[in-house]
C-alpha cells in the first residue's frame, strides 16, 4: 500500500491508498522536533484502531516544512523498509513542468494540487486553497501551474487580530447571519467571513481578467465547504485533492522509471 503524506504549516496528514481507494486518513499537528519514532506509534496505534492493516511498501511526501522531512524520510526508511518520493526534489518528477519566474520555487503543496486538479477538472483553474495562508493557483490549458497568489489565511488573520489590539478577543470562524454586528465578537465575524468571500472573488475576478478566458474555480482545505455558503463562484469544493494528487504524481513517477 501507498502512504501518502501532507505536512502543511498547521496539520500533518497521512492518508494510505491499497491501489484503487484511500482506506484511512489521519490528520495530526505539524511539530518539526517529532522523531521517526513517534510518527510510527501514532501511526500504527490509529491503523490499528480503524481496523486497517499496516502493510506500507511505498511512500510520496509533499511538505511545506523542510525541517519535518528528515524525520519523515527515516520513519519510511527505518519502518516501511522504503526511500519516499519527496515532491519538489529533483528525482521526482510532474507531469507537466511549471511555467515560473527562472530560479523561482513553488511550494510542493501547489504543485501536487495542480496535478490533483487538471487531472480531474482538465486545464484553464483557479484552485483556491484554504490553508494556514489562503493560496490561488493557476493552472493553464496543458496543466501547467503558471503562478498564482498568496494570501494570510483566514485563521492566521484572526490571531494577528487578537494579537494586534489588546480589547480584541479570540473568535472562531463562522458564517454570520447578517453583515452588521451588534457586538464585537459577530463585527469579527462579519469582518473576516464576508472580507475573505470579498478578497475570494476579487482575486478571482482580476485572474480572469487578466488570463482573458473561462477559468473554472475550484476550492480545498478545511474552511471551504465554509466560504462555499457564502458565494458561488466555486465549481467544485474537494477535501481529498491534495491526497488525489500525491497519488497521481507517484504513479506517474513509478509508471515513467519502468518504461
Not at 519535518?68 to 526508511?77: A, E, G, H, I, S
Not at 494528487?245 to 507517484?250: D, K, R
Amino acid at each position: 500500500m501507498l502512504l501518502c503524506i501532507d505536512t502543511g504549516n498547521t496539520n500533518t496528514v497521512f492518508s494510505v491508498w491499497d491501489g484503487t481507494r484511500f482506506v484511512c486518513t489521519l490528520r495530526t499537528s505539524t511539530e518539526h522536533q517529532r522523531t521517526a519514532d513517534q510518527y510510527f506509534v501514532w501511526f500504527v496505534t490509529l491503523m490499528e484502531h480503524h481496523k486497517v492493516p499496516v502493510e506500507i511498501d511505498a511512500c510520496v511526501i509533499s511538505s511545506t516544512v523542510p525541517r519535518v522531512v528528515f524525520n519523515l524520510r527515516v520513519l519510511c526508511d527505518r519502518y516501511f523498509n522504503c526511500r519516499p518520493l519527496v515532491v519538489g526534489k529533483p528525482d521526482c518528477a510532474l507531469p507537466v513542468a511549471p511555467r515560473v519566474d527562472q530560479g523561482a520555487t513553488v511550494g510542493p503543496d501547489r504543485l501536487v494540487n495542480t496535478v490533483a486538479g487538471f487531472d480531474r477538472h482538465g486545464g484553464d483553474l483557479i484552485l483556491v486553497d484554504f490553508g494556514t495562508a489562503t493560496t490561488f493557483d493557476v493552472v493553464d490549458t496543458d496543466g501547467a501551474y503558471i503562478g498564482g497568489v498568496i494570501s494570510p489565511g483566514v485563521n492566521t488573520s484572526l490571531e494577528a487580530l487578537h494579537m494586534a489590539a489588546a480589547a480584541l478577543p479570540h473568535v472562531d470562524v463562522t458564517k454570520p447571519q447578517v453583515a452588521i454586528g451588534t457586538n464585537t465578537v459577530a463585527c469579527m465575524q462579519s469582518g473576516i467571513y464576508w472580507g475573505y468571500v470579498g478578497l475570494v472573488e476579487g482575486i478571482v475576478r482580476q485572474i480572469r481578467i487578466e488570463r482573458d478566458r473561462p477559468m473554472k474555480v475550484i476550492a480545498t482545505g478545511g474552511l471551504a465547504p465554509l466560504f462555499d455558503q457564502g458565494t458561488d463562484i466555486f465549481d467544485s469544493v474537494e477535501d481529498d485533492l491534495t491526497m488525489h494528487g500525491l497519488e497521481l504524481i507517484y504513479r506517474y513517477n513509478r509508471e515513467r522509471d519502468t518504461a
